[in-house]
């Protein structure tokens, strides 16, 4: 019998940062054209390990070996070379050049031809014609800040991918695609897999993509493997949450945080928010004859395509202009000319745009987490006060960070988002707009979140709740608002009344 000839073998990959001990002797094994779903929970490693394997960071100790080869310092090589193509977490193009010169810049670098606008047009329509000829010669001209995040994700899988690309790592590539853009992400991923032979390692939280996409998966726990190359086959959904070290009970999570002492304790407001905090009546929300009552500490879920319940969030949350929305409270008409007067008047948001209009990437952690009473206090720096309530947060929420002067690059992605919900709980709202608040989030952060948003909602807090996940909607709100593809609102269905198959029908859309 002859083993099976691996194209990326890692064997006992160590690697901490500081103290924080996240890779204790991973072993993960690739084969040729295969797609292998890399799973565990946030935080578990395994965009550290993505960057192991393509150089962008040292291990610690361990091997890697590449195409038969012991690789050390040549990963760097392969991935300039394009053999061994990454795409991150957090997407790198530089949006203000264009899909043309963002492609060609590395290349041109390191080549001796020199820089013109024809050789980068040629460059870029040719990498991109391995993925999409069509969208090669629609898109290069284009500005990429102008791309939405679907081609921008193709843009860098082209720029990443060399002719003789063998190993295409994607970081979570679909937390924040729709349906529709994920299903044409696989088309790409087959056809690329079927021209190339390339293989794909995929990182996604969302079983049901995973079972479309992957053939094998492996799963880190505690910094270790897991579950080592299995089918999807042969294993259940349920079995892979228990393997990540997941609850697949709900309430222990939700119990464990909603309970919570310290939580209740740092999220007493200040005084000076007390103005905030004061809760006032029922909003009332309506559209085109479709109308909502929403009292105070009610949970909506706003369901349907983007356009529609992106409308309803712009002018609940003076982003734009109310347009047809009518929104009043005790009868007076609500509208804020802008993000910042509504926070003042006790309106919490939380993009769906995390990294691009949530996080502050530059500004430490304790920055990030009062950055909304900044604008409702008027306030330029970090009292006292705030970082310590601060800190007492980050235990109540359980957000393991090093330091609060961390930069929030340093925390993984659900954490991340966990601390943009953080952010408002110091300031109890009144009223708290969701925008996809779970969408490439872990399964245990996902719930914790909920608990979050429930005891909020305890709190007096209204939410607002967009997402594209039904079976949320159907579980934690009271009512939901459902949307059709053209954006007009189109049913006000109760938590009673409310199932999947329903929402489906009243949106036109498949969670
Ligand atoms: N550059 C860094 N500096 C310090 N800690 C880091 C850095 N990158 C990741 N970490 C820590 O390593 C752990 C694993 O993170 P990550 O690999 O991003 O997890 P995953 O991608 O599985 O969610 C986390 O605790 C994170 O805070
Ligand atoms: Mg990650």
């Not at 190339?196 to 939280?205: E, K």
């Not at 601060?390 to 659900?414: E, F, M, N, V």
């Not at 305890?458 to 996940?469: A, K, R």
Request: aromatic share 4%; charged share 20%.
């Amino acid at each position: 019998m002859t083993e099976q000839r691996y194209l990326l073998t890692a064997r006992s990959i160590v690697k901490s940062f500081g103290p924080t001990s996240v890779l204790r002797g991973f072993d993960l094994s690739i084969a040729p054209g295969e797609v292998h779903a890399f799973l565990g929970g946030n935080g578990a490693g395994k965009s550290t390990l993505i960057k192991i394997i393509s150089g962008q960071f040292d291990r610690d100790s361990g091997t890697l070996e590449f195409d038969g080869q012991e690789i050390g310092a040549s990963v760097g090589a392969h991935v300039a070379a394009g053999t061994i193509a990454v795409v991150n977490q957090e997407l790198a193009l530089l949006p203000h050049l264009s899909v043309a010169e963002n492609i060609a810049m590395p290349r041109l670098r390191r080549g001796t031809a020199r820089y013109s606008e024809r050789a980068s047009m040629e460059i870029a329509i040719e990498a991109l014609s391995l993925i999409d000829p069509q969208f090669a010669h629609e898109s290069s001209g284009r500005l990429v800040g102008g791309l939405t995040l679907h081609e921008r994700q193709l843009v860098e899988i082209a720029r990443a991918l060399g002719s003789g690309a063998k190993l295409l790592l994607l970081d979570e590539p679909t937390a924040n695609l729709t349906a529709a853009e994920t299903l044409r992400l696989f088309t790409v991923i087959r056809r690329l897999i079927a021209d190339t032979g390339l293989a794909v390692l995929f990182v996604s939280h969302r079983m049901r993509e995973i079972r479309q996409i992957a053939d094998v998966c492996t799963i880190i726990r505690d910094g270790k493997t897991a579950v080592d190359r299995v089918a999807l086959d042969a294993i259940t959904d349920r079995e892979i949450i228990e393997c990540m070290g997941q609850s697949v009970v709900v309430d222990e999570a939700a119990a464990s945080v909603a309970e919570s002492a310290e939580l209740e304790h740092a999220a007493q407001p200040s005084t000076q928010t007390s103005a905030v905090a004061a809760h006032g009546g029922a909003l009332r929300i309506e559209r085109d004859g479709v109308a909502i009552e929403v009292p105070a500490g009610a949970i909506i879920g706003l369901a349907g395509a983007p356009v529609g319940p992106s409308s309803l969030i712009d002018a609940l949350t003076g982003i734009a202009p109310a347009g047809s929305w009518a929104i009043t409270r005790d009868g007076t008409r609500v509208s804020y000319p802008h993000p910042s007067a509504g926070a003042r008047d006790g309106v919490g948001f939380v993009s769906g745009d995390r990294s691009n209009k949530g996080v502050l990437a530059t500004l430490p952690i304790v920055d990030n987490l009062v950055a909304a009473a900044r604008v409702v206090k008027r306030r330029s720096v970090v009292k006292r006060d705030e970082v310590k309530q601060s800190s007492a947060l980050l235990d109540a929420l359980k957000i393991r960070a090093g330091s609060l002067w961390d930069l929030p690059a340093t925390l993984s992605g659900g954490t991340q988002q966990k601390l943009l919900i953080a952010r408002w709980l110091l300031l109890r709202p009144r009223l708290l707009v969701l925008e996809e608040p779970t969408r490439g989030v872990d399964i245990r952060t996902k719930r914790e979140i909920y608990a979050l948003i429930r005891k909020m909602a305890q709190q007096g807090t209204t939410i607002v709740w967009w997402s594209t996940e039904y079976i949320e909607l159907v579980e934690l709100c009271d009512t939901v608002l459902a949307f059709d593809l053209d954006g007009k609102p189109t049913e006000v269905l109760r938590h009673a009344d409310v199932n999947e198959t329903q929402l489906a029908a009243a949106t036109g859309m498949a969670a």
